[in-house]
């Protein structure tokens, strides 16, 4: 039984998950106007709530020296065996932000996961899988309804921008979903 709205706990913070980089090689990245749409479609209606955005914050806390980032991590395509230990100062960083997003994701009212089509991601599977250890609300976008991960990591599976759009209208809010913190 769904809370009166007076009751409901409004999400204040959202976590945009989804595809960056996918299954392309190097450092080729998906088309990322998703983000920018999953945004504002949030502030519209929630204009209070603190919007976390993987992408912008990537790009902000790597600001300083992006090129020799790509370069290191370009670099692992010619290495057969990676061990952690050996990884360069850039990558180290890479992989602690990745941890630190993973943590955030956790740590936010609702994480919103953009998976369009059938193109899986590990990083937004590990974004939503941290999520729902912790109790966030995960709100998938995509077409994989059958997909074990999704199926099993989301609070709710929405098909298009459209339908998430209707949740925040109706009942996009932490406590609404049913079995949310």
Do not use: K
Not at 6 to 20: D, I, N, P, V, W
Not at 53 to 59: A, F, I, K, L, S
């Amino acid at each position: 039984m769904t809370a009166p709205p007076a009751a409901r706990r409004q999400a204040r913070s959202f976590f945009l998950a989804g595809t960056m980089q996918g299954a392309r090689p190097s450092a080729h990245v998906t088309d990322q106007s998703y983000r920018a749409a999953l945004t504002a479609a949030i502030t519209e209606r929630r204009p209070d709530a603190l919007v976390h955005d993987p992408g912008v914050m990537m790009r902000d806390w790597l600001a300083g020296h992006p090129a020799d980032v790509r370069a290191a991590h370009a670099a692992l395509a010619a290495r057969q065996t990676i061990h952690r230990r050996e990884l360069g100062p850039e990558l180290i960083e890479l992989t602690d932000l990745f941890h630190q997003l993973t943590r955030l994701a956790a740590n936010s009212d609702v994480c919103v996961a953009w998976l369009p089509g059938h193109e899986p991601s590990m990083g937004t599977a590990a974004e939503m899988l941290s999520a729902h250890r912790a109790g966030t609300t995960v709100v998938t976008i995509t077409e994989m309804r059958q997909n074990l991960a999704v199926l099993s990591c989301s609070t709710l599976i929405l098909p298009d921008l459209d339908a998430f759009t209707a949740w925040l209208d109706d009942a996009g809010d932490a406590s609404a979903v049913g079995d949310a913190p």
